[in-house]
């Protein structure tokens, strides 16, 4: 598959972790630097955006290991806020914290599965969601229907189906009558032709730029689905997985 530069707002750095979310170390080259900051020409570090938090990790200048704290998109730029200096030309060997970002892609996967779980049983226009929850909003979901999605998703996580990630123009997407569809695409700067999809065949297909697991298994089981109510028909489930 092609990259997907296109599809994430243009950036200084090439995306590694668009292309492979899988990959955990890779080398770089500094292409600006301040204090206790770093800009590289190519990135597997995921910088915090869509509700999914940022990478952390190590990058390796030499024999100095320098943590990276945190990881914030600004501008075209990816800044990597690390515990220490590098200057600008210098190689660096990067390493994710792999466990916690494991963590947060099997999270932010079942939240894809969890919506269209919860779509097409017609609880309501989702509104919000992130890696512990989600809202919808008018809704009318009930304890009924919670157990009822929790059973279907353990279903869909036995059956070990692969996640898909491709990319269409925004012409090729059909939004018309689609009202989450049509706020999707708002969001998205329209210099951005390029969508990147991500799709469980048979419940959920979104745009997201964000890292996922390569299948349902991965995603592992539900441990707890909790119902709580808002105000104006506002539902708000809290999920954990085991
Ligand atoms: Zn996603």
Redesign the pocket.
């Known amino acids: 598959m092609e990259g997907g530069h296109a599809t994430e707002p243009s950036s200084t750095s090439a995306p590694l972790y668009a292309e492979d979310s899988y990959l955990k170390e890779f080398d770089a080259e500094v292409v600006k630097a301040g204090p206790r900051f770093a800009v590289l020409d190519r990135t597997a570090f995921y910088p915090e955006s869509?509700g999914?938090p940022s990478d952390a990790g190590l990058l390796n200048v030499g024999p100095r290991n320098i943590r990276v704290i945190k990881v914030l998109r600004r501008g075209r730029d990816i800044y990597h806020y690390i515990d220490g200096d590098v200057e600008v030309g210098e190689v660096v060997h990067g390493e994710i914290d792999w466990a916690t970002r494991l963590l947060n892609m099997r999270r932010?996967?079942g939240e894809?599965l969890l919506t269209g779980l919860f779509e097409r049983s017609e609880a309501g226009p989702k509104v919000y969601s992130d890696l512990k929850r989600l809202e919808f909003q008018p809704s009318n979901l009930d304890e009924g229907l919670l157990h009822r999605v929790e059973a279907e998703f353990d279903g869909a996580v036995e059956a070990n189906i692969p996640i898909r990630i491709y990319y269409v123009s925004r012409s090729e997407v059909d939004a018309e009558g689609d009202a989450r569809k049509m706020m999707f695409l708002d969001k998205i700067p329209s210099d951005i032709d390029r969508l990147r999809m991500?799709e469980i065949p048979g419940y959920a297909l979104?745009f997201?730029f964000?890292t996922?697991v390569k299948s349902t298994q991965e995603i592992g089981r539900l441990k707890k689905l909790e119902l709580s109510e808002g105000k104006k028909l506002r539902k708000i489930v809290y999920f954990t997985l085991d």
């Open positions: 869509g999914q932010h996967s894809h991500v979104t997201c964000g996922h």
